[in-house]
Structures are given as structure tokens and as C-alpha cells.
């Protein structure tokens, strides 16, 4: 698909508004990007006609080689449902992808081989320099290509992503180093590694909506990757557990932010910024966060960004002592927490509004008494557009009088479904 106009338009382009009732053999791709706003086999509706639209698509572009067959003898179009992991829009795919595709961490072969001069005495060697250097840049662009297959395709490997990290920090401070050897730990830790590379998405794709700098967007990736690395000082057994933490574990697991900055610290090749900010991770703007119980406005707006992608994705992930949390309740809990000053108003604002409160796929029951699957977010939270499970008929419940009862997922996964029966402990679980 391609947003270009009129005078831009190739001949066989189909504007969106004649697009109603049509059927396309291709798939409608975002422009500039590979993300998929909208798959084959599926009628264009116009309640998807206008969802298009409020997403600034003027023209349906076909591919090379379909541009020859005419639009009759095409097969059913596609639906617009994200394949973007928590459903992100395919501007918010594509803006990511650029970054991530820039690297994380530092790229640039002179900066690289000047830090490897602090590193121990084979480094010295100008070979061993260049080729480290060298080396550097391929893990940073395949760090990229693992980060981006997660979001695009929702393909989370936790472990192979972590072990890239780990091994371009050993490159420049050698694995003798005590944080390199927590990274080693940290990416064998499936659950943990897989969170991470989770939260690291979810905190870049709400800086991003935010409108952070692009610096800034990187450095909560950094902090949402490796944020957590002083979990791997706990005793063993408090990260295997799979009953709720103790009292005890839980004064333990408040130490693990000091951990954190301890280790990141010493880190070479690792912005010194990150390491600080690492210690509020935990943090609550109404002072009841740890380790240092500071206000909203002693912290970090990167700090603030990844608690708050941390915390909705521990609530709506299962433990082993505990269901999921409904993404709908969770949405209102955290609002709930920012109207008593916990996380920032504007923050769980824009969580809401880049996520929605139902994510694709989950099958609701409306106030019709008619049941639809989410197909993607709209402009009014909590009020997505929906396919009707009987019909195949599509609705954007932000602009008809038709809400939602209940989520029909929730209820078959046996998820929490009221925001009031979310254990305030929770906040002091691990996240994974």
C-alpha cells in the first residue's frame, strides 16, 4: 500500500473511499515498511474503509506484478488486524524498525576500536582492534534483526537476543569481567530474557509515542534490555520459585535495582546514563517504590516510561501463583494507580492509546449480545473495531452505540477480569 497523491498515483492505483467491496490477490503493506496492515482473503468493508483512512492511507498501490490484472478478478482483500506484537500500528513498525536498525549501542568502528584501548593487553593489538571493532557492528545489526523479527512477527527469542548483547560486551570488556558474566546468566534465563526483549519493545514503542528524541528511544531499549541484569545476583532458588515471593524474597528482590546499576556500571561500551537510571526502575511516583522510595518528579522520564511497560506486562502475564490480568482490567488499574500519583498520567494515557485495552484477536461479547473478535485499535480507547463472529460484518465500536460487556477470552483463560482483584503485592513479583 502506498500513501501517495493523486498526481503521485500510478494508473492501477484504487483509491481507498472506491475501495469498498473490492477484493485484492495481495497483501496491503504500510508504506515504507514490510509490516502488513492488511492481509489477503478478506472483503473491504467500510467501516474498514474508514479506519484506513484515519490511519492518512489516501491509495491502494498493487504490487509490480499484480498491476496488470484487473481489480474484478482479484481475490478477497484483507483485514486490518495487526501482526505487530500488543498490536502496534504499522507507523509505530516502521519508525522502530529505523531506529533499531541504527543499533542500540554504539556502532561506529573508530569510537569502538578507541574503547577497546581500555581493554585488556590482546586488545592492544591493532589487529585484534579492527577485527573487534568490525565485529561489533554485525552483532549490533543482527541485534536489530532479532529485536525487529519480535515486534513484526511477534517471534520472541529472548535467549538468542540476549546472547548478542552478551557477547558485545565481552568483546570490549573480555569475560573476565563480572557483569559480562551476569550477561552470560541473564541469557539463559528463557522467562527472563523473553520479558526483556518484550519490555524493550513495549518502553520503545510508548517513547516513541511520546515523542522522545531518537537518542532517547535507544536508551530505554538499553534500559528495558538489560535494566534487570541485577535480578542474576539473587539466590537461585527466589528466581526458579513458583509460588509468590515471602516477605523475605521480597526485601531481597528490592535490592536487585542497586544490583543493576553496580554492574551496569562497570560495563565499557555502555552509556554511564543507563547504569543510573537502572536504580528507578522500581520506583513510585508516590514514594512507595524501592530502593530509595523517591516522588514522580525525582525521576527519570526513561525511568518512568519502562516501569510502566514493566509493570502491564507483569499484571497481564501468567504465574505459575496467579492468572493473567485482563489487558482491559490492567489498562484500569493503571490508570487508577496514575490518578493516586503512582505512574505518570500521561504516560499510562499514551500506553492506552498505542495499545488499546483489548488486544487483537481476543473475542469479546458486545451490548448487542453479539459476539466479535478485535481486530485493531481505534482512536477511542477501549472501543476497538471489531469483527462480528456471525456475520463477518466489521464495526468501529468508536462510532456506533455498541460497547463492550465482557472479554469472552478473558473468561475462558480464567484471567483476572476486575481491577479491584489485582493484589496490591503484585507490584513487589517478579516481572516474568
Keep these: 500500500m502506498s500513501n501517495t497523491s493523486p498526481a503521485q498515483a500510478p494508473d492501477t492505483a484504487i483509491a481507498v473511499e472506491d475501495a469498498e467491496g473490492l477484493c485484492l490477490s495481495y497483501p496491503v503493506m ?48 484483507a483485514r486490518l ?9 504499522a507507523s509505530v513498525v516502521a519508525e522502530l524498525s529505523g531506529i533499531l536498525d541504527e543499533g542500540l549501542f554504539e556502532r561506529d568502528v573508530t569510537k569502538l ?16 582492534r579492527e577485527y573487534y571493532a568490525a565485529s561489533l557492528g554485525d552483532i549490533m545489526q ?22 548478542l548483547v552478551r557477547s558485545y560486551f565481552e568483546a570490549l570488556n573480555g ?80 535490592k536487585a535495582p542497586q544490583y543493576s546499576t553496580m554492574l551496569l556500571e562497570q560495563l565499557i561500551g555502555l552509556p554511564k546514563k543507563i547504569a543510573a537510571v537502572a536504580n ?10 524501592y530502593p530509595r522510595g523517591l516522588a514522580l518528579r525525582n525521576t527519570s522520564p526513561l525511568a518512568r516510561v519502562v516501569s510502566l511497560a514493566d509493570c502491564y506486562l507483569s499484571l497481564v502475564a501468567a504465574k505459575p501463583f496467579r492468572p493473567a490480568v485482563q489487558p482491559n482490567a490492567a489498562c484500569v488499574f493503571l490508570l487508577q494507580k496514575a490518578a493516586a500519583g503512582v505512574f505518570e498520567r500521561r504516560s499510562v494515557a499514551a500506553l ?14 458486545l451490548s448487542s449480545r453479539q459476539q466479535a473478535v478485535v481486530i ?30 465482557r472479554s469472552v477470552t478473558a473468561a475462558d483463560n480464567n484471567e483476572i477480569s476486575d481491577w479491584r482483584d489485582i493484589p496490591e503485592s503484585l507490584l513487589l513479583e517478579l516481572p516474568f
Design 175 to 254: 569475560d573476565w569481567s563480572t557483569s559480562v558474566k551476569m550477561l552470560e546468566l541473564y541469557s539463559k534465563h528463557s522467562r527472563l530474557a523473553d520479558h526483556s526483549v518484550k519490555l524493550t519493545i513495549l518502553s520503545m514503542a510508548l517513547a516513541n509515542h511520546l515523542q522522545f528524541s531518537r537518542r532517547e528511544v535507544k536508551e530505554v531499549g538499553a534500559l528495558g534490555l538489560m535494566g534487570k541484569l541485577g535480578l542474576m545476583k539473587l539466590a537461585p532458588e527466589i528466581l526458579a520459585s513458583t509460588a509468590a515471593p515471602t516477605r523475605f524474597e521480597q526485601i531481597e528482590i528490592m
Design 113 to 128: 576500536r578507541d574503547m577497546m584501548l581500555t581493554v585488556g593487553r590482546k586488545m592492544l593489538d591493532p589487529e585484534y
Design 376 to 405: 485493531a485499535p481505534s482512536t477511542r480507547p477501549g472501543r476497538p473495531l471489531v469483527e462480528l463472529t456471525d456475520t463477518g460484518e466489521q464495526l468501529d465500536l468508536s462510532e456506533v452505540d455498541v460497547t463492550i460487556l
Design 30 to 77: 504500510a508504506p515504507d515498511s514490510q509490516a502488513v496492515l492488511v492481509k489477503a482473503n478478506s472483503e473491504i468493508t467500510a467501516a474498514l474503509v474508514k479506519h484506513l483512512q484515519k490511519f492518512g492511507i489516501q491509495y491502494i498501490t498493487p504490487p509490480e506484478s499484480e498491476r496488470k490484472a484487473s481489480a474484478s478478478e482479484a481475490a478477497p482483500v
Design 142 to 163: 543482527n541485534l536489530g534483526v532479532k529485536l525487529t523479527e519480535a515486534m513484526t512477527n511477534q517471534k520472541i527469542q529472548g535467549r538468542s537476543t540476549m546472547h
Design 81 to 89: 488486524r495487526s501482526e505487530a506484537l500488543f498490536g502496534l500500528p
Design 280 to 289: 528507578q526502575l522500581s520506583e513510585r511516583g508516590d514514594g512507595t517504590g
Design 352 to 365: 492506552i492509546e498505542l495499545i488499546g485495552c483489548y488486544p487483537p484477536g481476543y473475542l469479546v461479547e
